[in-house]
């Protein structure tokens, strides 16, 4: 770090003594907190000339040792809420109070009359002795008086790092960098206190893992399976978006894993860990656990830039990647002459997937589309034995609706057989049904298909008002536009006739 930078109470000896992953870390965040907007040391300058202290924490600090720019800052302060508000008033162009009740207050500079392309936002939050009630899911907030004592109070030491600005002094009173070099997820306090204090921090093992890449400490994981059963109290919409971070993470199987391991996701999504079906000796399916963690990597290595159809991270296609085959463990027979069946699984993981992100309250559009993913997640299977006429490849691309690309990404990644020829099969034939897809759209702008004639032109035609023989006969055309593609106006309206004549 540079001068005036210093490691508070480090229990691994002097700079020159500590591991070269350490040092190396040091330098990445020289490079990163040299180059914070001037508006943070700024701001610094306001707060101490007002006589309160204020420090860089959380995220931005950890991420600057990553080598990450954080483009919101966070800050704790010893100043007041009414305090801070005041401050950021001045410094601010726009401010706003709505986490008031728990000591934030928000502000944001505009880059654009300082001649930068972007804002600088910033939160600032006063020094916190959170307080919990063991039967609430809310913390009772308590405001404190030191960095120290807020830094003691939060998840993990790789978080509990601060900077003082805007002297920019590196205060770790629980050796978190240490930790961070070492890949480690360690809590500052006792982990039994720290996870009995806010049992969404058990999620946050979870989540962290996945975005970092790192292990939960022993004695965290212990504490974790120990009180596994307090995440009971966290509210359904806190546990979905901790869940719903870790699976946009780079490496969501690593925080799946932690959730499986230690019993958490038996309490918030006990379709995943049902997955690990006991195999027989005879091997006689593959472990659709492994299998399903296998399928979501698969897909989110085929998620797309901004500008491709998927862009990736995709919650909804990982979502389904995840979950697409939760029905097996309720549909699996045995079958005389040793083979294993999972007959409708998709049917009925469709059901279920439905109702978990129900309960876990995920939005409507989400619960749909990833559901529908789920139904139709073996609809291309027979694809290459079978040969699909014209009519099922539309009934295909129909029946997916704006869906179709993820789906395109699910049925791929669902193929993670060890037999080469028959992975090889399989591709040459989703290529195959991709191409034929294109080229009907193409012919057919299938993605907006419609009857040859709309209501009004039935109508007139069949001498009818408004009413159900009307919408019958709309999905008589349709039909006909499916199986037969476009018909033209002269032969829909003789094929209508016929069919109104055909039914007396």
């Not at 480090?10 to 003594?17: F, N, T």
Request: aromatic content about 6%; some cysteine.
């Amino acid at each position: 770090m540079r001068a005036g930078v210093r490691r508070a109470a480090p229990r691994i000896g002097r700079v020159s003594d500590e591991p070269l992953s350490v040092i190396a870390l040091q330098k990445r965040a020289l490079g990163v907190l040299a180059g914070l907007p001037s508006d943070a040391l700024e701001l610094g300058e306001a707060f101490r000339a007002a006589g309160h202290e204020l420090a860089l924490v959380g995220g931005p600090v950890r991420d600057a040792f990553l080598g990450r720019v954080a483009t919101d800052l966070d800050f704790a302060t010893s100043a007041t809420p009414d305090q801070t508000q005041a401050i950021l008033a001045r410094w601010g162009d726009a401010h706003w109070d709505i986490g008031k009740e728990f000591g934030t207050i928000g502000a944001r500079r505009f880059g654009a009359r300082r001649g930068r392309a972007d804002d600088v936002v910033v939160e600032v939050t006063t020094y916190r002795t959170d307080a919990y009630d063991p039967s609430s899911r809310k913390p009772e907030v308590a405001f404190g008086d030191t960095l120290e004592g807020d830094l003691s109070r939060r998840d993990f030491t790789v978080n509990a790092m601060a900077v003082r600005v805007p002297e920019l002094t590196f205060v770790d009173p629980f050796d978190g960098l240490t930790d961070l070099a070492r890949g480690v997820l360690r809590t500052p306090v006792d982990p039994r206190q720290s996870f009995d204090d806010d049992p969404l921090r058990m999620m946050r093992a979870a989540r962290f893992a996945a975005q970092l890449g790192f292990t939960v400490d022993s004695a965290a994981r212990d504490a974790l399976v120990e009180q596994v059963d307090r995440i009971t109290i966290v509210s359904a919409e806190r546990v979905r978006d901790e869940l719903s971070k870790l699976l946009l993470s780079a490496q969501p199987r690593l925080g799946l894993q932690v959730l499986v391991e230690t019993g958490l996701a038996d309490r918030v999504l006990p379709e995943l860990p049902a997955l690990r079906l006991e195999i027989d000796e005879h091997h006689r399916h593959k472990d659709v656990y492994e299998h399903s963690l296998t399928v979501l990597e698969k897909a989110i290595a085929l998620e797309t830039g901004p500008d491709g159809p998927v862009p990736g991270p995709d919650l909804v296609l990982r979502l389904a990647a995840l979950l697409h085959d939760i029905g097996k463990p309720r549909t699996r027979r045995f079958e005389e002459g040793g083979g294993v069946s999972f007959h409708h699984h998709e049917m009925v993981g469709a059901k279920l997937v439905a109702k978990r992100l129900k309960e876990l309250r995920f939005d409507k559009a989400t619960v749909q589309a990833v559901a529908r993913l789920t139904e139709l997640h073996l609809r291309f299977h027979g694809y290459g034995e079978g040969g699909w006429t014209d009519s099922a490849v539309r009934r295909y691309v129909t029946d997916a609706g704006p869906l179709l690309e993820r789906l395109h990404r699910l049925t791929r990644s669902d193929c993670t057989t060890r037999n080469v020829r028959k992975a090889q099969r399989l591709s040459a034939a989703y290529d195959d049904l991709e191409l034929r897809i294109a080229r009907l759209q193409e012919q057919e702008e299938l993605d907006s298909i419609r009857p040859d004639l709309d209501g009004t032109q039935i109508m007139a035609i069949l001498g009818l008002g408004p009413g159900r023989e009307v919408g019958e006969a709309y999905r008589f055309l349709l039909a006909q536009r499916m199986e037969h593609g476009p018909l033209g106006a002269e032969r829909a309206e003789a094929e209508l006739r016929a069919w109104w004549a055909a039914r007396g």
